[in-house]
């Protein structure tokens, strides 16, 4: 078996999630965000708000739970393709306020390349956060 390493710089391999980091209209998906808080917030079933599109993906909170790792096993014969958020508790270490986020993620459909591009991505939006969001 011949294994070739992967040259980074070169690769013209594209990112699954570019479409959600890179939305030049932020502002009004967080205005929307705000909006759909105070109209759903309150709402006590699984699908709060209606034909919602076939794109979504669920994000979860554990707000009381602080975590460094966490592990969340969907089973239904491998059919569940979308990717799943879990944020925590966040906390203060080293003068720094970090939010726990786990993902999961079906393998058949993203590889850890692309996950790693995500995360780092993540991780640069939160440390210029002041640079590029408005709050309402």
């Known amino acids: 078996m011949n294994f070739h390493p992967i040259d980074m710089d070169n690769w013209s391999r594209k990112p699954y999630f570019e479409h959600y980091l890179n939305n030049e209209e932020f502002n009004d998906f967080y205005k929307r965000y705000l909006d759909d808080m105070k109209m759903y917030g309150n709402v006590k079933q699984f699908a709060a708000k209606a034909n919602e599109p076939p794109n979504i993906f669920p994000i979860s909170s554990i707000p009381w739970v602080s975590f460094t790792g966490f592990n969340l096993n969907v089973y239904n014969e491998g ?58």
Request: aromatic content about 16%; overall charge negative.
């Open 79 to 136: 059919t569940y393709l979308l990717p799943i958020f879990t944020m925590g508790k966040y906390f203060q270490h080293d003068e720094k306020i970090l939010l726990p986020l786990s993902g999961q993620f079906h393998h058949a459909v993203c590889d850890g390349y692309h996950v790693g591009m995500l995360f780092n991505e993540l991780q640069l939006r939160a440390d210029t956060c002041k640079e590029w969001l408005q709050i309402y």
